[in-house]
């Protein structure tokens, strides 16, 4: 993404996200649609994508990242649907899978077993991402990624 910086000059990212901060530039892009500003697909641009090296997270943590930021970007911007559309999400990723079921069976059992103990871990947070606070969230996330 690439923005005017006098647009952007009052603007910061989201702080709660921590490592490579997975959605933050969702949650900063529509925050900024949400105050009027236009995002613009321009094709013929060029984007290197250099990765910052911690793509190798750990499967759990890299599922705790996606389902604990997702629900609270869901939670700040739709309050009032905060289930319905993060459950959906759910579903969505869970079939974003299905070609792993044809390919890898074993594999794509392992990841929706996976998934599921993820969401239940994070369950027990969800009061608190969706009021805002992703440190426990995001404590556990480091556990992981240490272990």
């Given at each position: 993404m690439s923005y005017r910086v006098g647009y952007i000059k009052n603007e910061r990212?989201?702080?709660?996200?921590i490592l490579y901060g997975l959605g933050e530039?969702?949650?900063?892009?529509?925050?900024l649609f949400k105050k009027g500003m236009k995002l613009l697909t321009i094709p013929s641009a060029?984007?290197?994508?250099?990765?910052?090296?911690?793509?190798s997270l750990p499967n759990k943590a890299a599922l705790m990242m996606r389902f604990a930021?997702?629900?609270?970007?869901?939670?700040?911007f739709y309050p009032e649907k905060k289930d319905k559309i993060f459950?959906?999400?759910?579903q969505?990723?869970?079939?974003?899978?299905?070609?792993l079921k044809i390919r890898k069976p074993y594999l794509w059992k392992e990841m929706q077993k996976l998934i599921d103990e993820v969401i239940e871990v994070l369950?027990?947070?969800?009061s608190s991402v969706d009021n805002g606070d992703l440190r426990r969230v995001n404590a556990l996330i480091l556990k992981e990624v240490h272990k």
């Open positions: 990212f989201d702080e709660n996200f530039d969702l949650e900063f892009s529509y925050r060029k984007l290197k994508h250099i990765p910052s090296g911690l793509k930021y997702r629900r609270y970007m869901i939670a700040k459950w959906e999400y759910v969505c990723y869970k079939r974003s899978l299905r070609t369950k027990e947070h969800f």
